[in-house]
């Protein structure tokens, strides 16, 4: 009897570690979510295999107001907020939750390319937008990323390091091979530094980079510093879920996001890069 005790014991532990296995391979396969902005509120909706990816916000982004300076007086009084403190701290938190080693371990252990990017474009009517960003570019002036945007067929890539660069130009290169000086389909460089202290490296680091970007890519390079708006909703929207690899988008001339990929580029996504680019063109 006691045997017979145990050996079901045994059994209905090990019943038990295969379900409990199941259960992790069917979240790892569901894993990769989709995530837009509904007013300020950010929702995720999850997509079959992570192949066909959703991304951006569900409102029609508009060019910013650009925020009022505050005095001196309103940023003493900041200081002693304690709702003012209360949003940093739950800002620095959520920043410290994905930090760097965390995205370093990441890359590590499910490397530089999670997916392969889809052969065709989201559909119009779902896809959703391209927030709107405003930042300054390597020619100064300060911009908002949708005017850059309207009209115009773009390759939107996105890095934070060199790590991110050298993905991004995997499909950069290619693109501009193909469409460099076509009228309506035009490549923009988006480089975010969200760590302080390294934002104030990459200021001084601004005139090699000049000197490292063709003059007439100035106006499409943009620079967004930790203290440009809330960088994070931004990762959140557009799935920038490691700082270390780059990322692309495809956006059509109405801002909205039809194709997108990241890591390093395959001779299949470049292929359809550069398919879905005319198609874009030829149907705007």
Known sequence: MLRYFANFQKKKKIINFNNF???VNLTQKSNFTNTACHDNKIITTKTENAKLRILGVAKSPK???PPKKLGLSER?????S?????EKREELLKEYKTSYWKDFNE????GEKLWEADTELVNAEKALYMPNIKARTLNKP?????DLLEGNVSLVSIVFNQFGENHTQTFINPFLQEFFNHDKIQLVQINIEMNFVKSLL???LIPYIKRTIPVSQHSKYIIIFNNHGNLLDLKEALQLNNIYRGYVFLVDSNCKIRWTSHGNAT?????????LTRTLNNIK
């Open 21 to 23: 296995k199941n259960l």
């Open 63 to 65: 060019s910013l107001i």
């Open 76 to 80: 003493f009084s900041n200081i002693f």
């Open 82 to 86: 304690a709702e003012k403190n209360k």
């Open 107 to 110: 890359l590590r252990t499910n």
């Open 142 to 146: 300060i911009i908002d990323t949708t």
């Open 202 to 204: 990459l200021r001084l």
């Open 267 to 275: 001779s299949q996504e470049i292929e359809s890069m550069l398919k």
